[in-house]
């Protein structure tokens, strides 16, 4: 079973052809910019990886895989993707880093248990058909995961899913946190991190969001409102 719907794989694979990257990372709108960097921020803020051998699955067009490495200091770092246009252009766009690149799905990692010490995933559960699936066997091959997903608790986000053609064509299904803490309870795992974060939208006009950023501090430690209008959920998770 593909980790990824082939129709999905295809969207991403266009998006690389059409835009020379994914349009959440080479578009040029302030919005975005900002947005994904505070994504990166909390990730950073949330593990430390330096010196620690780090998968990035579901590493699209490399983009937040090169800022984990060059803001990080991991030990190694390795990103994985089924869409192979995607792992093309990441590879390409490396330089002189040392890192790996592979084509292949989530789901089915070639790498043997206890392969890395954390893996990392963002934005990639709420594209897949089988996301208990991949959590398995991303705690297969790392003892400690962190994981970035939209906010499933957003009612706005589930609008924008549900409308917009860009969404829809990528199969984006967010899910709510309590659902996603379920399945890593199941599994076995212990959460030691759980964090809402982010408010500025990727594609929102220039005042907008440097408003939305002016507040987002108080969003986000604020109980019911970064509940349900914080952009992603973070959660950090340990086999037991």
Not at 105 to 110: C, M, N, V, Y
Not at 138 to 165: C, D, H, M, Q, T
Request: charged share 20%; glycine share 6%.
């Amino acid at each position: 079973m593909q980790n990824m719907d082939k129709s999905s794989i295809a969207a991403f694979n266009k998006d690389v052809l059409s835009n020379k990257g994914y349009l959440y990372t080479t578009n040029d709108r302030l919005s975005s910019k900002i947005a994904n960097r505070r994504l990166t921020d909390v990730v950073l803020e949330c593990v430390d990886l330096k010196n620690r051998r780090v998968l990035d699955i579901g590493c699209g067009d490399g983009t937040y895989t090169f800022e984990l490495l060059d803001r990080a200091a991991p030990l190694s770092m390795t990103g994985v993707d089924a869409a192979a246009e995607a792992v093309a252009l990441a590879t390409n766009k490396r330089g002189g880093r040392n890192l790996d690149f592979i084509t292949c799905g989530a789901d089915k990692l070639p790498f043997a248990p206890d392969s890395f010490d954390i893996a990392h995933m963002r934005g990639l559960l709420h594209h897949l058909g089988n996301p208990i699936e991949v959590l398995r066997e991303a705690l297969r091959v790392a003892p400690e995961i962190i994981i970035v997903e939209p906010n499933g608790y957003n009612p706005v986000l589930k609008l924008i899913e549900r409308f917009s053609s860009y969404h829809v064509a990528h199969l984006e299904k967010s899910y709510a946190p309590s659902t996603l803490h379920g399945w890593i309870k199941s599994m076995g795992a212990g959460i030691s991190v759980r964090r809402y974060a982010g408010l500025v939208p990727f594609f929102c006009p220039e005042v907008l969001a440097k408003t939305l950023k002016l507040i987002e501090p108080l969003v986000e430690i604020t109980p019911l409102a970064r509940s349900l209008a914080c952009a992603v959920h973070v959660i950090v998770a340990k086999r037991n």
